[in-house]
């Protein structure tokens, strides 16, 4: 079952906050967050885990309410460099599958 | 390490044509995925493999085939090349232990226009 991901699209000026949501109708063990910089490759951002455990490289929080079954992305103080598309992903059925996306722009 | 790296980075291929995409590991993952994306769309799963000799389709598999002989390779095959089948094709692998399934590595992707 695909993830839902909202706002659809997100425009920010530089320096200002942004939250991404991603919903699922499935319960969730884990959720995936990756993003996409145009003409290149998927790269991963975060995993959160059931219990609270997250692992993560970048300096991004997110959060993951598995009740709701939901998880959300929070964005603070973007940066030009945080343009590009973000993927959640979650597991079902042995493998991982990605939402649509939310392309978010900042702007200087 | 390379990490996930595909061959070729662009190809053409006319209709009815067959080819190959190339997809190598080093980092001893046993999943490994194919994933086609059209422009502006996300990613959709076209086969996966959880360990070698193991493969199962995914979202999108008709006009496609894969083998997983080794640990390091997931080549996919595309026969009979349709229109439909241009897009961007990226490669992937983690380790996954029980349920818990670790960060995806992609390759940087083979741009595949069928004319």
């Known amino acids: 079952q695909q993830p839902v991901q909202s706002p659809q699209a997100v425009i920010l000026r530089e320096g200002e906050d942004a939250v991404i949501n991603c919903s699922s109708s499935k319960a969730l063990y884990s959720v995936h967050w990756y993003r996409q910089k145009h003409g290149e490759a998927p790269v991963f951002l975060m995993i959160l885990l059931k219990g609270g455990e997250q692992k993560g490289h970048e300096k991004i929080s997110a959060s993951f309410n598995e009740k709701k079954q939901q998880s959300s992305l929070y964005l603070t103080a973007s940066q030009l460099s945080y343009s590009g598309t973000y993927f959640c992903?979650?597991?079902?059925?042995?493998?991982?599958?990605f939402g649509k996306g939310i392309t978010l722009s900042v702007r200087p | 390490n390379a990490g996930v790296t595909q061959t070729p980075k662009f190809r053409i291929l006319k209709i009815g044509q067959s080819m190959t995409l190339q997809c190598t590991q080093d980092m001893n993952h046993n999943y490994m995925y194919w994933y086609r994306q059209d422009p502006g769309m996300g990613l959709k799963l076209i086969y996966y493999s959880v360990g070698a000799g193991i493969t199962d389709k995914g979202e999108v598999p008709n006009g496609y085939n894969v083998s997983r002989s080794t640990t390091e390779d997931f080549p996919l095959r595309l026969e009979l090349a349709a229109p439909s089948q241009t897009s961007v094709y990226f490669c992937?692998?983690?380790?996954?232990?029980?349920?818990?399934?670790?960060?995806?590595?992609f390759g940087p992707g083979t741009r595949l226009t069928v004319l």
């Open positions: 992903g979650n597991v079902a059925n042995s493998k991982l599958t």
């Open positions: 992937a692998s983690s380790q996954v232990v029980g349920r818990v399934h670790n960060e995806q590595f």
